[in-house]
């Protein structure tokens, strides 16, 4: 399924029902009196997130949305049925603004949340509610009021324990492939990852958490360039960061300087996203070249460095370990605490 994360969309309550004029019309009543109707209400249009969602691809393809209009009243005092009202399903982590105004009306963060963007029109009175002992055969009616309209941004940011960041190749999609049941594109060219991939990692003691592994980030991300710009706005939701860093770089890149280049995309773009809790791993030790790039990483960087190899597994059971105790840690005291984990 191809991921969106943004979609605009038009939406309209139903209006509500007009009111009946009507007088009664019995055998024996010369003089019936007025006998109509309320109109009925229209429907609402109601947002719900779903953890079974993962993308606005369907509000893309389809983006105007309707709810039923309220029925008129009829005679002998009837009031029209209410229109259904219209829900619509989105992935937990959207963010439902008014386009016009700019207003946050949602933010969802648990399935199961609602909300109603646009409230219904209201049925009108039919006569028999005008009737007085002045006026004992109205023929006024109220029409039914229209239903709220309104044009909607929606914006995705998915929602993990832990984000995989780094430059492209470094090895996050099959970092992730290897520790949970999520299956990423993996290949040896840039940007493999085109799209934001899921995963849940299921660790000892029946433990577990969600990893997103996102697009690589070259320099200049934040400003558009690249794929990763796109998706920064992702691992704001994210509890913690892996930092991976390619430890054996076939073009002789500085490892360092490689990490500080990431470093400063995510403070250019958001300073609370810089200052998240940090793992930095050096990964892709059982290449050659690797320890050096690893000795350059622990002597050039004021952080522990942890070495492992999403290939082979070596490390693996202990940055999962590792990345266990920061997020119990961080739950423990979750607004205490950012920059990298030291442990």
Do not use: W
């Amino acid at each position: 399924m191809h991921f969106v994360d943004e979609a605009d969309i038009y939406v309209k309550a139903g209006d509500g029902g007009s009111g009946c004029a009507s007088f009664r019309r019995e055998k024996y009543v010369p003089r019936g009196g007025p006998d109509g109707g309320d109109g009925g209400d229209g429907g609402d249009i109601i947002m719900e997130a779903d953890e079974n969602l993962g993308t606005l691809l369907d509000l893309v393809s389809k983006s105007h949305y309707v709810a039923a209009d309220g029925r008129p009243g009829t005679s002998k005092n009837r009031t029209g049925a209410n229109g259904e009202d219209l829900v619509i399903k989105l992935p937990v982590g959207t963010i439902v603004r008014d386009r016009d105004s700019g207003l946050i009306l949602k933010d969802f963060t648990e399935h199961g949340q609602r909300i109603v963007v646009a409230r219904h029109g209201r049925g009108g009175r039919g006569n028999a509610r005008f009737a007085t002992p002045v006026n004992q055969a109205p023929t006024r009616f109220d029409a039914g009021t229209p239903g709220r309209e309104r044009r909607l941004r929606l914006e995705l940011k998915l929602i993990a324990d832990v984000g995989l960041i780094g430059e492209p190749n470094a090895g996050k999609s099959t970092l992730l492939s290897h520790i949970s049941a999520a299956h990423p594109r993996v290949a040896s060219y840039p940007f493999t990852t085109l799209e934001p991939q899921l995963g849940i990692v299921d660790a000892e003691a029946y433990r577990r958490f969600t990893v997103a592994d996102l697009p690589g980030l070259i320099q200049g991300a934040h400003e558009g360039k690249g794929l990763g710009d796109e998706f920064l706005k992702h691992i704001e939701r994210t509890r913690m960061l892996v930092h991976l860093v390619d430890a054996a770089p076939a073009d002789g890149s500085d490892p360092v300087q490689t990490y500080h280049d990431v470093r400063e995309e995510l403070r250019l773009f958001s300073r609370d996203l810089a200052e998240k809790l940090e793992i930095v791993a050096a990964n892709k030790m059982d290449l050659s070249g690797a320890e050096d790039g690893l000795k350059k990483l622990q002597d050039g960087l004021a952080v522990e460095v942890m070495p492992i190899s999403a290939v082979t597994g070596r490390g693996l059971r202990r940055l999962v370990g590792r990345i266990l105790e920061v997020l119990e840690r961080l739950k423990a005291a979750p607004a205490e605490e950012s920059g990298p984990a030291e442990l």
